[in-house]
């Protein structure tokens, strides 16, 4: 009787860390920005985005998902008729053998 275990070997290599001593309690206070906290943080030497060029960035997005969905409908649309081609090749190889073994398999040049 096969049995299959699958067994997972994970060795930690911690040099000269002592994990005991670690302090207890994180400090996110250094994360914070002082003020308001609901605005985007912007990382440091980042320039911050006018009105219109934040504009002129969610127009470009928009653009770019209008188009991504064009090109998933004319994937689809092209997926479609490769199925369809498909179907129809098999139709006419099957056609093509019942002709064949109708005629005892003779070819017929024209």
Not at 45 to 60: A, I, K, T
Not at 81 to 101: D, G, P, R, V
């Amino acid at each position: 009787l096969p049995v299959g275990i699958n067994v997972i070997d994970c060795n930690l290599c911690l040099k000269e860390t002592d994990l005991d001593n670690l302090p207890q309690v994180i400090q996110l206070g250094r994360y914070f920005r002082d003020g308001n906290h609901l605005e985007a943080v912007t990382p440091p030497g980042s320039p911050r985005l006018s009105d219109s060029s934040y504009q002129q960035v969610m127009d470009q997005k928009s653009y770019l998902e209008e188009i991504n969905e064009k090109l998933k409908l004319d994937y689809q649309l092209t997926e479609k008729k490769s199925l369809m081609f498909q179907e129809e090749n098999e139709i006419l190889s099957k056609e093509i053998l019942a002709i064949k073994s109708e005629y005892g398999g003779r070819t017929f040049l024209y």
